[in-house]
């Protein structure tokens, strides 16, 4: 025994040496002055003045729950990409401001719009180039047209860019001057053409001519192939961990004394796949920004701001919304089967049942209890914090459990066997199936009060959360399903004019009846009316004006019950300066070519 | 021997063609395609989406999709594309594979480096202290959850700043000395690879407590005892040795499990690897990326078999494969 313990020493002592190369080393940081910039090229003619002043070098880190699947502008449609692309590497002939909500001026520093509203020109800065020194001119902006629009490729510019049925020219007059010509006026045309993203004709006009194109610029490419003409440009990319962006040299815009912009050095997107490693990885100081907190988390949050040296900011309410609807499509299934049961279409379709609903449902207690008081109740289809297009007198149905048991009564829905359901006369159950995606916690509580308030009623609705992808199916393939809970992200810019597929009966979005030939009732049919003159309308202040009357017949006629309006809180660290966080995406990393770190050991990269 | 080498890779092109027909079909089964998503954003057109349905040739019924996958992969070993990222599945696939190889390792090396000196430490010190304290940790290894495990990592690795919380590589990895480098990366790995070895390492630690202990039973083992030799000689060259056999066949099992094991710890972790690229295809329903992941997993699955039958061959000299 005493031989046993001698080795079993020896065991443990392996054990140790096991433990004591699973503890590596700790990273340092060196504490270094910060040097000063040096600029090695000469500032563009054209160059925009920004009246901001601040400090080169540093580098700001975000996170990103998604690789990017592409660096190629045109065929970017989905966030994962277009979020490190559009804006950080890329931009367009104009730019939006967030903070402020109005376009400005992007690549092209002045524009023109002919009388009759069918010719835009527009003067592109002069002195611009690309990141590789290239110059940027007329050319490079019709190629982009040319690829953007083009039927074959995957965009979606094409959906945008288009107007009396037929898709805007693009046509170069000299090296500096690009005519856009439309068949019809499109009133938001220089706010929405910012979402074009200008491409190098150089870099890439070879491959759209072989075919090739909708293979360009993977993820795989070498950083340096990869020519744009944002603030930033590719330094590299790790699959899986991280996407490095670093100063483009050539970038077209100055501070207030005239120095180049951007001021960091880099701007880093590490990609994080779990909501709680994010949370956690903002918390331990490893990234700059969390954008946005989870409502339920903001008080953990703000327990550890001070400690962690970071603020927890209100951005106010969301311009997204959550709302609910009632299927009122007629149809049948290619079996002959009707995709909404008769006499639930019949009960769907009638406004007043509509309406009941809209009393029966507490938003009061909802933003109370699931949101606590973090939202308001929501009403109508644009959210007061759309600065253009909120209209607050959109008429209201709010919680009032009498009201709508009276509509109901009236409807002649009453419950005769008092098993606490309403029945139809004919003796059906007045019930309904609602679904949401399940992957959305406040959502799923949503539902659960909305149910049980609707209970209260005499409506008894079956609350089924489904995973997204089969909520989508039903939504758009089969349209098999009674009522849906979701909720509707706003575009960048909030612009009314980009929500046609919304409105009018004839979108893929109009939820409650998609796709129509022609409207089914006049209040559709007056909508369709409205959003065709909107969008002929240049002027804002006329195109609100179309559009508040749109939003009174939602109202009215209660298509969509709104249910809430949720607020938005983003973390920022407190080194972080020149930040104007705007309650539109990016809400904070907008102005990114503005925002620098106040922190002494930033340094400048050598150039 | 090597026939049966031969035989044993040759039975992967059933299996595979078998595991990818049923991966297809439930892949075409799930609702919705890697469209779906696309047809909720209201700027997008029902055309284009049908546009791009025809271009990925997914408006085409499964069977012939299927069928021209397998005639690509047979004539041409062509895996397809990724819908999402527009490259060969391969390519996408080869950079995360190095890293869920690297994790699997790690969590190997965890594993087996801490069960065995435990397992014999406890088979020695039977019902002693040190036997009681080495069960503890072992149940207390096979009954956490490794998804809470992970996130209470996690959470360590923020509280107290002593490992970066997840990833695989600092942020500025890329400005260190080579060996830096290497210290950085393994400082990364030591959080994922100890959460995924924990469980591995309480079974194999029980194994080899209970080969031990019936080894050191055998007569073999009461005759080196009787003639007087030395105790640590007994059990590190007689018993030991014997006791070790069995788990050196499991050691290739283990390589396969914690390959397929792995994705849940690279999720939660933010490792790079396979597992969470698996998933993002598997939600986003990019199929070809999907079925190549299926394929890279079946291959990796069988070759760590096969690996553990090699050394069962190399340990034990009785047994022969002819």
Redesign the interface.
Known sequence: MR??R???GS??A??AV?LGL??????GRKESARPSFVDPHPIPAGANKRAIEGKHGG?F?FVTI??P??FNPP?A??VSSTDIINGPMFVGLTAYNNADQRTEPGLAESWEASPDGLTYTFKLRPGLRWSDGATLDADDVVFTAKVSLD?AL?G?T???FQSGGKVWEFVKVDSLTIQVKLAAPFGPLVDVIGSMYIVPEHRLAASYADGTF??MW???TPPADIVCNGPFRLK?F?????C?LERNPHYWEVDQNGLRLPYLDEY?F?????L??MA??F??G?TDLIDPIVLDQVPLFEDEAEKSGYQVVDLGLDLATDFMWLNQNPGKDPTGKPYVEPYKLALFRDVRFRRAISHGVNREGIVKSVLQGRGVPLYEPYTRTNKAFWNPNVPKFPYDPEKAKALLDEMGLVDKNRDGVRETPAGKPVEFTLHTNSENNLRKSFGTVISEDLGKIGIRVNFVPL????L??RL??DYRYDAILLG?AS?TPPEAA??G??YRSS???HNWNP?QKTPSTPAEAEIDRLMDQLIAESDIAKRKEYFDRVQEIMGEEQFSIYIVNRKLYVGLRDYVRNARPSVIRQHVTWNIQEIWVDKADAKVAAR | MRTYLLRRVLSLVPLLLGVTFLAFLLIYLAPGDFLSQMAENPMISAETIERMRSNFGLDRPWYVQYGLWLKNVFFHLDFGESFAFRQPVFQVIAPRLGNTLILALAAAVVAWGLAIPLGILSAVKQYKWQDKAASFFAFLGLSIPEIFFALLMMYMAAKTGWFPVGGMRSIDHDEMQWGTQLLDILHHLVLPALVLGTVPMAARMRQMRANLLDVLRLDYVTTARAKGLDEDVVVWKHAVRNAINPLITLFGFTLATLLSGSFIVEIVMGWPGLGSLTLEALLKQDLYLVMGSVVIAATMLVLGNLIADVLLVLADPRIKYD
């Open positions: 031989k046993g001698r080795w079993s065991a443990l392996l054990v096991g699973l503890v590596g080393p700790g990273c580098r880190v998604g690789d699947k592409t065929l449609n989905e039927p995957p979606a094409r959906d945008i909708a293979s993977g993820t795989d590299g790790v699959p899986g961990e991280k490095v880093v590490l990609i994080v796949k779990d709680n490693t956690l990885k918390q331990a490893e995973e997204f992808n089969t989508i199916t758009r393939a509707l575009s980009l929500s597929n919304v979108g893929i979005t796709r």
